[in-house]
């Protein structure tokens, strides 16, 4: 188990790292969209290719930073009744969850988007739009995002079957004795560097 738990914790990093770094990417295509509303309005001006490019820019975001949001726990459920639920019940859930669902729906895609890229970029697809972007890159992030958020998943059920047997507390649980919006907080601010605190 240690070894399945030194490659989690590498595929938990190499993500992290991945989903930190592109986040940034919030800020350039709020930029983007901001001066291409700008350009539109002031001068009367459209450029095909800067509204794909947000497009583009926000897949990436989207595909590319899913793991990283899985490794953090922070998808989409129900929390509130979640985190009711005893630790063992949510394991369990958890883990069908990722082995029935999640784990065979990356699977699919990701046999599904090679294909779909590898035609893209034989022919060098480009926009329909005249001068769009071309349009194997995009098609490309199918193939990566899903790829990433396999392993992230591959990575979510070993850290769980882990927790199931003791190995590993579990470490989105939240202290009932506190709100998890407090425990959320303090988590933020632990991740803020000094000088901003």
């Known amino acids: 188990m240690?070894?399945?738990?030194k490659l989690s914790a590498w595929i938990d990093a190499f993500n992290s790292r991945v989903g930190r770094w592109l986040s940034w990417l919030v800020l350039i295509v709020v930029l983007i969209s901001a001066a291409n509303a700008v350009v539109r309005k002031v001068f009367d001006l459209s450029s095909n290719s800067f509204l794909e490019l947000q497009w583009v820019i926000f897949s990436v975001i989207f595909l590319l930073c899913s793991p990283w949001t899985l490794a953090q726990n922070e998808h989409i459920r129900i929390d509130i009744v979640n985190q009711m639920l005893p630790l063992r019940v949510r394991s369990w859930i958890d883990m069908v969850g990722h082995v029935?669902?999640?784990l065979p729906f990356c699977i699919v895609m990701v046999?599904?988007?090679?294909?779909?890229?590898l035609s893209?970029?034989?022919?060098?697809e480009q926009s329909f739009s005249a001068g769009g972007l071309p349009q194997w890159p995009a098609k490309s992030l199918l193939m990566i995002g899903f790829l990433l958020l396999l392993i992230q998943c591959i990575s979510e059920i070993i850290k769980r079957a882990a927790i199931m047997h003791g190995d590993l507390p579990d470490p989105h649980q939240a202290q009932?004795?506190?709100?998890?919006?407090?425990?959320?907080a303090e988590r933020i601010v632990s991740q803020?560097?000094?000088d901003a605190r």
């Open 176 to 184: 009932p004795d506190r709100h998890p919006a407090e425990v959320e």
């Open 111 to 117: 046999i599904y988007s090679v294909p779909f890229f």
């Open 192 to 194: 803020m560097p000094l």
């Open 120 to 124: 893209s970029y034989r022919i060098h």
């Open 100 to 102: 029935l669902f999640l």
């Open 2 to 5: 240690n070894s399945l738990l």
